[in-house]
C-alpha cells in the first residue's frame, strides 16, 4: 500500500536533547512537507522540499532543521534550539507543489518535553 | 498575506442533523480550496477540494462550493453521523508561488451524540 509513514508515533525528549522525526513515502511524490500543530492553532509549516537535494524553510523553522537525501525520506530535526518543542508533527508529501495538488499526510508524531 | 478563518467550535449536534462549517479566506490570485478531516490522535485526511470557482467538491456526503464572490467554502452535511466526529480544518494553496504549502484555518472541532 502506498503512503507515507512516520516514527515514532509518540517521542519524549529531555531539555537540550535533539531528536530526529522520521517521515518516509513510498507514493513517489516530489514535494514533502513538515508542519506543526499546537491546539487551537491549526497547522504551521516548518520545512518544504520540492525535491531531492533542496529544502526551504516555511513560517517557523527556527530551531528546526532538515535533510532530503532520498526522494522517499525527509527526516526533521528538532535542536536544543527550538524554545517550545512540544506539539504534533505531521509530515505530508504531494506529487509537486502545483496549487490542485493534493497533500497526504502522515499519521504524526506527538514530542512531549520533560 | 494569504488566510483562511473558520468559525470557531467546539460544534455539538444531534445524529442526523444538518452540518454548516464556514470557511472564508483572503489570497491573491485564484487558489485551490481544500477541506481536511483529523480524527482523534491521527493525521489528516483530504475530506475534498475544489480548485476553481463554481466547482463542487464532494464526499461521504459532505459538499462544498467554492464561491469566489463571496471568497468562501462552506463545509455541508445533510445528515451527520456519530463517527462524523472529528476536526474539520478548511485549507487553501494558492497557484504561482514556490511555496506550494497549505495555509490552513484553526480547525472546527465537531462532536455529534447519539
Excluded at chain 1, 536533547?17 to 513510498?26: G, R
Excluded at chain 2, 470557511?23 to 491573491?28: F, I, K, L, V
Amino acid at each position: 500500500d502506498g503512503g507515507i509513514t512516520q516514527s515514532p508515533k509518540y517521542l519524549f525528549r529531555k531539555e537540550g536533547q535533539n531528536v530526529t522525526l522520521s517521515c518516509e513515502q513510498n507514493l513517489n511524490h516530489d514535494a514533502m512537507y513538515w508542519y506543526r500543530q499546537d491546539p487551537g492553532q491549526g497547522l504551521r509549516l516548518i520545512y518544504y522540499s520540492q525535491i531531492v537535494n533542496d529544502f526551504q524553510k516555511g513560517d517557523i523553522a527556527e530551531g528546526y532543521s532538515v535533510s532530503r537525501e532520498k526522494k522517499e525520506s525527509f527526516p526533521l530535526t528538532v535542536t536544543s534550539a527550538q524554545k517550545n518543542p512540544t506539539a504534533f508533527y505531521l509530515c505530508a508529501s504531494s506529487l509537486r507543489t502545483d496549487s490542485y495538488n493534493e497533500q497526504f499526510f502522515g499519521p504524526g508524531t506527538r514530542l512531549t518535553v520533560l | 498575506g494569504d488566510s483562511v478563518t473558520q468559525m470557531e467550535g467546539p460544534v455539538t449536534l444531534s445524529e442526523e442533523a444538518f452540518l454548516t462549517i464556514n470557511c472564508t479566506y483572503t489570497a491573491t490570485g485564484y487558489p485551490s480550496l481544500f477541506w481536511y478531516v483529523q480524527y482523534p490522535g491521527e493525521g489528516l485526511q483530504l475530506l475534498l477540494k475544489a480548485t476553481k470557482a463554481d466547482d463542487k467538491g464532494s464526499n461521504k456526503g459532505f459538499e462544498a462550493t467554492y464561491r469566489k464572490e463571496t471568497t468562501s467554502f462552506h463545509l455541508e452535511k445533510g445528515s451527520v453521523q456519530v463517527s462524523d466526529s472529528a476536526v474539520y480544518f478548511c485549507a487553501l494553496r494558492t497557484p504561482g508561488g514556490s511555496q506550494g504549502n497549505l495555509i490552513f484555518g484553526k480547525g472546527t472541532k465537531l462532536s455529534v451524540k447519539p
